[in-house]
């Protein structure tokens, strides 16, 4: 099985392109109106969603879940550069065929779209959850598209609530959500370059991206050779950075 890979970017075309040059295969998606549509053919028609006026440069990736105001569950930020971003954005998610891994997906719900590797440990509690608030969802269906289910419903606390292992990219109209489950089961990085977000289960897919120009970080490697393992969000890329765990 695959790994995954989002881009967010200015145009739907740039962030399709984006993922390509990464190694991935953009999923065929089709959304609600003001959602981003990706075309098998790869033709992408951009949303027509636009970041909120008087928005800051500053990249909005919550590396814990008191960002978002979630419980203690799962971290979830919004991986954009919103002052870069004048009209249409452009969300691309997709699978990397290459790239051994547990990824999903594409499962839509509603306006909502996402790709990533989940493995829920409290299936029934979850599927109680949404029933008691009205929401139909059959015994059969995949982890992924159980976790998007409880985004979709309850937000962030609906994350908070799920149990396992898993590494989510959402595409929410304007906005790429990235979830990671609380101890850090599963990886998720992200980087940003020429004004496009790129998120990835796979650290090498970041490193093939040719806008990020992605080098050693020799005080990571310091680090990494005198304790063993990287602090916080650094990985041994410059520019490429890891989601915390909630």
Do not use: K
Not at 37 to 46: A, E, H, K, N
Not at 98 to 115: C, D, K, Q, T, Y
Not at 132 to 154: K, N, R
Request: glycine share 14%; hydrophobic share 50%; proline share 7%.
């Amino acid at each position: 099985m695959p790994r995954f890979c989002a881009a967010l970017a200015r145009s739907a075309p740039d962030a399709w392109h984006a993922l390509a040059e990464a190694g991935a295969v953009p999923a065929d998606l089709a959304l609600a109106a003001g959602a981003p549509v990706s075309w098998g053919d790869g033709r992408l028609r951009p949303p027509s969603a636009r970041w909120p006026a008087g928005a800051g440069h500053e990249p909005m990736v919550a590396g814990t879940d008191r960002a978002v105001g979630a419980g203690p569950g799962a971290a979830v930020g919004v991986a954009g550069t919103r002052g870069d971003v004048q009209s249409g954005v452009g969300v691309a998610l997709g699978l990397l065929p290459a790239e051994p891994g547990h990824a999903g997906g594409p499962w839509v719900v509603g306006r909502l779209a996402a790709v990533g590797e989940v493995t829920l440990h409290n299936r029934a509690e979850l599927l109680a959850r949404l029933a008691s608030a009205g929401v139909a969802v059959g015994p059969g269906v995949a982890d992924g598209e159980l976790l998007l289910h409880c985004y979709a419903q309850f937000g962030a606390a609906g994350i908070a609530a799920a149990e396992g292992m898993f590494a989510l990219a959402i595409a929410d109209g304007a906005e790429l959500v990235l979830v990671r489950d609380h101890v850090g089961a599963r990886t998720l990085f992200h980087a940003h370059a020429d004004g496009c977000w790129l998120a990835a289960s796979s650290l090498r897919a970041l490193r093939r991206w040719p806008a990020l120009r992605a080098e050693l970080d020799l005080a990571a490697v310091r680090s990494f050779l005198t304790f063993a393992y990287l602090p916080g969000e650094q990985t041994l890329l410059r520019g490429v950075r890891e989601l915390l765990p909630g």
